[in-house]
């Protein structure tokens, strides 16, 4: 692409972790970096897909305990976040947190903030969570 020319939709942004603690950290950092430069979504737009980026890898390093993919496609009506690990157990909502509890709530928040939320198995025996996002929907 040559400078100064704008990318035709859709956007497409993916890249693998290792699956540690502090790598989510970096997914929320890339994720919102490549948002940002696609000029797609305002501040509350960019919060929400990368909480929801957040959840999703913070369960595939909490689960698969492998390497894990990150895939973001957006356009202009709003942004399919894709999580891929090696587990192929389905991921499970935390019904049974207690509402003290710090963990096992994620996938819940997931679903509150997006417009659709799923699941499918992978050839490789692993998973894809994902979650589509509209803009509009951090305000």
Known sequence: MKTGQKQLAPYVWEMEFAPHARCVFLVRRRV????VRWGLGDEDDIGVVVLVCSELATNAVEHAQR???VRVTADDAGCLVEVSDADPAPPRFGETARADAERGRGLLLVAALSHATGHRPEPDGGKT???RIGWGCGT
Request: no cysteine; hydrophobic share 60%.
């Open 129 to 131: 969570v994902w979650a």
């Open 67 to 69: 390497p894990f993919r």
């Open 32 to 35: 919102e970096r490549a948002l």
